[in-house]
């Protein structure tokens, strides 16, 4: 069946592509997955096949990159597509070392963008006077819809993903390697290709739904939130769902052996030792130092920019 201009996914995917790229696109939407067994059936992937990604695969990601919310219509955000082998593979480096961000064929970095809404705003003739911190939320927000919508969007054509936290531990060093301007941050990243042979990842356990969904108010019994938390704890102990991504012992920085025995690292002492360990210290601290390094003043509370 042809695509026509009537087609709103075609008029979308024009309104920040060229028609050529948007008919192709629109011709792909309908083979893609439906979006609720897209986003009930998501795992990351962290093994990646070498092929490259289709012209219209690549343009539907930049498409859904944009068109998703953005908050005051600022699009306070740009991302960076970086598909050369080298600069990948820096890119994994300086990200932790993370070795899927090498082997993918694209990866993608979100960057908060504090910088083109104050060139407007000095550009129009007024003073800056919007608070750093805060616009840096909602640049995060709006980034990480698209980024999501990215991955939702590779994931209903077959390809596979994983969301890049490492990015914000390397974030002045990925900025200088890209040759971001000041007060474009990267914060986020998104790795996408083909899942290598036999490396389609099972679902991965969730904390019971009456501790992530409230209705109405809190409304949830301390008691009743510590049995919830046991049971998922004794289940994912059970099943042994956290045992191939143990935190070793020394990261703790504590000294002396390891005292979980195998098959009792469960979601508990795996949420502790995430946010226990010992190099949490030097990577607050140099994000302390990047941001400003950066150009955001996120502590500034009352300055201006004139």
């Known amino acids: 069946m042809p695509t026509t201009h009537d087609d709103p996914v075609h008029q979308a995917a024009a309104s920040v592509l060229g028609d050529d790229a948007a008919d192709a696109v629109s011709a792909l939407a309908r083979h893609s997955r439906g979006v609720l067994a897209t986003v009930l059936t998501h795992a990351s992937v962290r093994a990646f096949g070498p092929d490259p990604l289709p012209d219209d695969v690549e343009d539907a990601l930049q498409a ?5 919310p953005t908050s005051s219509a600022l699009h306070s955000y740009t991302h960076v597509l970086v598909r050369d082998p080298e600069r990948k593979r820096r890119m994994a480096q300086l990200a932790g070392n993370q070795r899927w961000i090498d082997q993918a064929p694209l990866l993608i970095v979100g960057c908060a963008d504090l910088r083109r809404a104050r060139e407007v705003t000095h550009a129009q003739g007024y003073t800056y006077t919007a ?9 995060t927000a709006d980034l990480t819809v ?20 490492g990015v914000l531990n390397g974030s002045l060093e990925i900025a200088q390697a890209l040759g971001l301007p000041e007060r474009v941050v990267p914060l986020v990243g998104l790795s996408v290709g083909r899942p290598g042979a036999g490396h389609r990842p099972a679902l991965r356990p969730r904390l019971p739904l009456p501790l992530l969904v409230r209705h109405e108010t809190w409304s949830l019994d301390p008691d009743d939130e510590a049995a919830l938390i046991d049971r998922h704890d004794e289940q994912t102990r059970a099943a042994r769902d956290f045992e191939g991504r143990r935190i070793p012992w020394p990261e703790m920085g504590v000294g002396g052996d390891d005292p979980i025995a195998d098959g009792d690292y469960g979601w508990r002492e795996h949420t502790a ?3 226990g ?10 994000v302390d130092v990047d941001l400003p390094a950066q150009g955001l003043r996120v502590r500034g509370t009352g300055e201006v920019d004139g």
């Open 277 to 286: 360990r010992a190099s949490w210290r030097p990577q607050g601290a140099k």
């Open 146 to 165: 698209g980024l999501q919508n990215a991955s939702l969007t590779a994931q209903s054509l077959g390809y596979g993903t994983v969301m890049l936290g």
């Open 273 to 275: 030792r995430k946010q």
């Open 64 to 68: 859904a990159l944009v068109r998703g």
């Open 131 to 139: 608070h750093d911190l805060r616009m840096l939320i909602s640049a």
